[in-house]
């Protein structure tokens, strides 16, 4: 009996150990909070992380990505993932990139951005900057007043607080199956 109970807690602290590893260096779940990413993720959606792909990648622009947020201050509304400090944003801008807001309109490096994710023009303006070595620029696809904290906001972020890229909602909206660059499918 002492020799199955043993077996038995070597097999739970080995899956513990398993599940610990996938969690940190593979992939990961995490709850949306909050409207800054509709119309392509809803609060209280599901994402399933992958956080191994940007080891040997950098992002594209395009990815939905989760990034740690611990320096960012400001009002809380965005889509903050729950229970923890990190945003869930769409990578607008790489690093040696141009960025301007302005006529309802983003533009990358001069060139107007196809955003077929989004539902409303984007608001406001931002004068051209360069997103330097190192940096994302990131942007929540609700474009309407105040829906959204991001790099408008607290600027471009690091690279380093990169966790992983959006690539699957889990639950609870079946209909959206997987985030592929720049839309749901």
């Known amino acids: 009996m002492a020799k199955e109970i043993w077996s038995w807690v070597k097999t739970l602290v080995l899956a513990v150990i398993i599940a610990l590893i996938i969690r940190n260096h593979v992939c990961a779940l995490y709850v949306v909070d909050g409207q800054s990413m509709q119309p392509t993720l809803e609060n209280g959606e599901v994402l399933l992380v992958n956080s191994f792909t940007y080891k040997f990648w950098e992002p594209k622009r395009g990815d939905v990505i989760v990034f740690e947020a611990e320096e960012i201050t400001g ?5 903050w993932l ?6 869930v944003k769409r990578v607008i801008a790489l690093p040696g990139d141009t960025v301007r807001i302005g006529d309802g309109q983003v533009f990358v490096n001069d060139q107007p951005l196809d955003e077929d994710y989004v539902d409303f023009p ?3 303006e931002l004068s051209t900057i360069t997103v330097e070595v190192d940096q994302l620029f990131v942007l929540g696809d609700n474009r309407h007043p105040r829906a959204s904290l991001d790099s408008r906001d607290f600027g471009p972020i ?10 699957f909602v889990v639950t609870p909206s079946p209909h959206k199956v997987a985030i592929d660059g720049n839309c749901m499918i």
């Open 82 to 87: 729950v229970g923890s400090n990190a945003l």
């Open 75 to 79: 009002t809380r509304r965005g889509n």
């Open 122 to 124: 984007i608001q406001g």
């Open 158 to 167: 690091p690279l380093s607080s990169v966790i992983g890229r959006a690539v």
